[in-house]
């Protein structure tokens, strides 16, 4: 049945990050309903923010095209132009290879979601933008490098 | 600036289908938000069903994950096991490959809409549940046959 059950999909809360960065994602909770429905392709994660929390590190991929709709409260994304508050229904779109990092923020008291969609690339660096910080992920495994590709030994 | 202006974004009615399945798809339109945002790996569109409107015939895709979230009103989705209602925030996946075919209907009298999202595959088949149709999409061409490969020549 095609039909997700949003109430038999696990919660995912965490992050894959080494600290200090895996605890700056506290409030940050995600369902994988793409996952959830059999999909390869593509994930579709619809992803809640407590008052405060941040979607991510600000970031950009390499290989995978990312899409996200606001579907709760309000969202702000940050890129290097700036914050800009997004409301339900709005949407935006990251190509791969485009350097310009974002992430979202729930600045307001209320839960925010959103549903974002990206590729699953066989590869993928996500290069974040306001900490020297990378992440390559192949073959199943994320290895941690700062920008220049030297491995990650935490925050400089 | 990735946040998408609909407004900005042309709507596009018609259909590829030939006739009489064309006429068929009257009172569909769609945004294709993705294109707009630059992304070439998985397409997005806000589908819009007028009252009576129908998605498409009922299809599976051989090469290409669909999901879909339905974002207003009540959309009503038809499979091999038969329709089930939809309302603003459930959502449904599609596998390629899996051949339980699906379209949606808008059997209300007000407007509903959809996001969908599809995987962007080199080629596709897409196989129609319902009447003898098939279509084949690959150099940027859509090649029209019956289910056993022949040309179609009109419905049968």
Known sequence: MPVIDPSKVPVKTGSIYPEPYASMMKGRSSLRLGD??????????LVTLEPGALSSLRHWHLNEDEFVMVTEGICTLVQDAGPVEMG???????????TDGHHFINKTDKIARFLVVGTKAKSEVATYSDVDFRVEIGGGKATFTYWDGTPFAGPR
């Open 36 to 45: 959830a429905g059999g999909l390869t392709q593509f994930g579709v994660n």
């Open 88 to 98: 339900v229904g709005d949407c935006a779109a990251f190509p791969a290879g485009s």
